[in-house]
């Protein structure tokens, strides 16, 4: 069965910081990957994604994330962290052709002012 | 905009209930997903739809059943609510997969409580 992990489950930063978020999944197909985002109190809602092309992509806000796919991963990064983005993170995975996503099981991030 | 609505933000039940839960979106799409968003656990899928009257189970059925009579809404039912079906439950919608990457569409989510 896929699956996708997310290694960091807590990730405290300071304002300014660099943030880098793994997601690795293991399913060796084509696949599409996304990052979601659900900032406190607000629903999930998509950050970025990748279906094909160049494998650095960039999402809202400032994020991007890199498909590296002989690593079967999908890190999201950002260059400076703001207050704003407390919040957790989804990375989810879906194979090629499916509208079904694995998830992974989020990281919860909090960036102190 | 996409919009995808639920019935109540916040649900007390006691044990033994039986709980509809239920989702409407607006942007007539085919799929439907219900998930349960548990601490650590990230999101786990109960059921989905890819279309009015059709049904797949996820990855933890038990305990839940579904129902779509029409595109716009799909409901949750928990027949017999038990203290381990407390969580947040999530709904989300998304086109059919297709040339492009669907992403999903969320809802605010239904914290469900049961006593």
């Known amino acids: 069965a896929q699956s996708v992990s997310q290694h960091n489950h807590h990730v405290i930063l300071s304002e300014a910081a660099s943030l880098e978020l793994g997601c690795n999944y293991s399913?060796?197909?084509?696949?599409?990957l996304f990052w979601y985002v659900q900032y406190p109190g607000q629903h999930l809602q998509l950050l970025l994604k990748?279906?094909?092309?160049?494998?650095l992509v960039k999402g809202i806000k400032g994020f991007e994330a890199e498909f590296i796919k002989s690593k079967f991963s999908f890190n999201l990064r950002k260059p400076s962290v703001q207050w704003s983005d407390t919040a957790e993170y989804f990375c989810a995975v879906n194979k090629g052709g499916s509208y079904i996503p694995t998830f992974g099981r989020g990281t919860s991030l909090i960036v102190h002012p | 905009d996409v919009k995808v609505t639920q019935s109540s933000r916040y649900l007390v039940k006691r044990t033994g209930e039986k709980v509809f839960l239920e989702c409407v979106q607006d942007?007539?799409?085919?799929?439907m997903f219900w998930y349960r968003q548990d601490p650590g656990l990230g999101l786990r899928l109960i059921y989905f739809s890819y279309d009015v009257k059709m049904k797949e189970k996820g990855d933890i059925p038990e305990g839940y059943s579904v129902s779509r009579e029409k595109k716009e809404r799909f409901s949750l039912i928990l027949e017999s609510a038990s203290t381990n079906q407390t969580s947040m439950y999530l709904c989300a919608s998304s086109f059919p997969s297709g040339s492009a990457p669907r992403e999903q569409y969320f809802g605010p989510g239904t914290r469900l409580t049961v006593t």
């Open positions: 942007m007539d799409h085919e799929n």
């Open positions: 990748y279906f094909s092309g160049d494998p």
């Open positions: 399913y060796g197909g084509t696949v599409n």
